[in-house]
Structure formats: C-alpha cells, structure tokens
C-alpha cells in the first residue's frame, strides 16, 4: 500500500479514500501510517455508518455513533482531520436532522473540513441540502455512487440531483468488481480466489450475468482493436461524463495500480461513447434483475407473507 500512495503522489494524485469498515478499520491504520509524513499535502476521505461488530450500537447514522465513530477513525488514521467525511449509507432509523446536525458539529469542531454521501438515493439528497439549508449547516460536496459502464441507473436521478445541488460525483468500482478488466469469461469458470469463485452474493446478484459477460467481450474486442486497455477504457467513459469529479480506484497490487495510471495516455472518442450506448442503453443496467443486496429496493413492502 505504501508503494503504491508513494507512486500515487509522485504522480500528482493525492486524493485517498477508504472507510472505518474496511477490514474493521485495518485500512484507516494501513493509509494513516502511509501518508503521515505528508499528511497535509493529501485530501483524505473516510467514512461512518456500516456495522462495526455484531451489535447494534456501533453503526447508522445516530449522534451517538457518528461521534464516537469519528473519534475512532481519527485515532486509527493517525490525524487531526478528515478532509472529507462520508456518510457510507442511508440509516432510516435515524432522522436526517440528527445526522445533518452532527455533521455540522463534526466541522465547527475541525474534525472534517467536509462531508459526502454514498449510497444514498435521489430523493435522500434532495431531503439533505433542505436539511442544511434549514439548519445552517453546509450542504455535502460529493456523491459516491455505485456507477460504471455496466451499471447506468445513476444517471436516471442521482447523477441529476448531483449536479443539480452542485454536487461533485466520484464513483466507485469503475471496472465492476473485476468484470470489466475482462478477466471473466462467458465458456470459463471464475477463479477460486477471485469474487465471483467465491460465490459472493453482490457481484452475483449484479454483474456477474452472461449479458455482463458478452457485453465485456465486446468491449475488449474494440479496445484490443484501439490499442488500448479495458481499465482505461472504464476509465475514461467514466470521466467522459461531465457530472463525474472523480474516479474512485481499489488496486489489490501495484501492477493493478500502474495500469490505472496508464489508462490516462488514452483517449476516449465517440466512437468508444457510441460503442457503450449501444451495448448498455442510458440509465439502465447491463442485465435484468440488476440488484445489490447490500442495498435493496425498498418501493415495495407487500401485505403478503414474504
């Protein structure tokens, strides 16, 4: 991980992200220590709302948990800020004017200088600025969504809203858990090691699909044809769209890493533009069915036994 911060700024990028829930916190202490020499010369980005352990009082969006998560966060990181502090996902059992008056005492305190969203719904956002508004407290700069080529619903409501109430968006998982580097094939069984050879429920459930997969092949075919890479063709469509910040990358090596880097010695045309649209149609998924457990559809809450 050092290796790869270290060629990170070296290369002019200084913006890195991570969560409190990531290995129960082992990667806030793994990018703490990485960046501690030059802690001022990087944006750091953390997180606050997943579960934390098996009880219910270490996760959501309380004032009481979003104190002490902050506390916990800042220890592990090795600082005395968070550059930008996301809300990692919606909790409907706490009112928003709670969460939003939180976030509002986290900056008076020094603690964030500024706060995000991830996972949260259009209409989630919307509720949120008027909240601000409301309570004089700064409205969040970034959106994190789940957004790729294989997955447009983002542009449907949440991409709008973003730019709406001048949001910046920086997606996550631009390469679709792995799918969109091409390493699955439709005639091949996945990796023991990789997501999909593990059976994961998430990508199972979204993008590993046959149409996932077929469309891949068709995207390789026309890279491989450019002479470019698939993680720069995720890449660059991504950043292609004028409402996209950023783009949030999750090398496991510093090879992964250094083809990230090269992705921007590409170009993206309209070629590669048309190319997607025919393949995956604006704000539709790649396949039906496109749903991540992890984050349900909540419309429709039947009278029938389920």
Same mark, same amino acid.
């Given at each position: 991980?050092?290796? $790869? +911060? ?6 002019? &990028? ?7 829930? #990531? ?6 202490? $793994? ?75 986290? $900056? ?5 200088? #500024? ?14 600025? =008027? ?10 700069? &970034? ?7 294989? !997955? =447009? ?11 709406? #109430?001048?949001?910046? &968006? ?6 679709? =858990? ?40 068709? +995207? ?20 292609? !769209? ?34 997607? !649209?025919? +393949? ?9 069915? #496109? ?8 419309? =429709? ?6």
């Amino acid at each position: 991980a050092r290796r $790869i +911060l270290d060629h990170a700024f070296d290369h002019s &990028v200084n913006f890195v992200d991570t969560a409190d829930v #990531y290995h129960k916190g082992l990667s806030e202490e $793994i990018v703490g220590q990485a960046i501690q020499e030059r802690r001022q010369d990087w944006i750091l980005a953390s997180k606050a709302g997943n579960p934390m352990s098996g009880t219910g009082l270490k996760q959501g969006l309380s004032r009481r948990w979003m104190m002490q998560a902050l506390e916990d966060s800042l220890m592990r990181l090795g600082t005395e800020w968070i550059d930008i502090w996301y809300l990692h996902l919606a909790d409907h059992e706490t009112p928003l004017e709670e969460t939003v008056l939180t976030i509002g005492q986290a $900056i008076q305190s020094g603690k964030i200088r #500024y706060w995000g969203i991830s996972n949260f719904q259009a209409w989630q956002i919307a509720e949120l600025a =008027r909240q601000c508004d409301l309570l004089s407290v700064p409205r969040p700069i &970034v959106c994190q969504p789940y957004y790729n080529a294989l !997955n =447009r619903m983002p542009e449907v409501e949440i991409l709008p809203a973003c730019e709406y #109430y001048g949001i910046g &968006v920086v997606p996550y998982s631009p390469l679709a =858990r792995g799918v969109l580097t091409g390493k699955y094939r439709v005639d091949q069984a996945p990796e023991p090691g990789s997501r999909a050879g593990r059976n994961d429920a998430r990508i199972m459930s979204t993008e590993f699909r046959e149409e996932s997969l077929r469309i891949t092949e068709r +995207l390789m075919k026309h890279t491989c044809e450019r002479g470019t890479s698939m993680v720069a063709y995720a890449l660059l469509w991504l950043l292609n !769209n004028r409402n996209v910040t950023s783009v949030i990358a999750g090398p496991r090596t510093f090879e992964q890493w250094e083809s990230y880097i090269a992705a921007f010695d590409a170009d993206f045309t309209k070629e590669d533009e048309d190319l997607l !649209n025919s +393949l995956v149609p604006a704000g539709h998924p790649s396949t039906p069915g #496109y749903n991540d457990p992890k984050y349900p559809i909540t419309g =429709r809450p039947v009278n029938t036994p389920t």
